[in-house]
């Protein structure tokens, strides 16, 4: 939570919240996992219940094209 805001940034969001949060569409999401753009443990985990939270850090690394592939 920053003092200034009292926002709090999450660092891993599922994959609708970052679809609402980026513009990408959730189709675009879970095909760059399924094509391997986006790599496990880099740009995506696997939280224990299974669901997959993208991690915003790697996604801003990507984006900034510091990631792997692209």
Do not use: S
């Amino acid at each position: 939570m920053t003092a200034e805001t009292g926002v709090v940034h999450a660092r891993y969001v599922r994959i609708k919240k970052f679809a609402e949060l980026t513009g990408y569409t959730e189709k675009a999401i879970y095909h760059k996992i399924e094509n391997g753009t986006w790599l496990q443990g880099r740009h995506y985990r696997r939280a224990p219940d299974g669901h997959i939270c993208i991690d915003m850090e790697g996604f801003y690394r990507w984006v900034e094209g510091a990631a792997g592939p692209v």
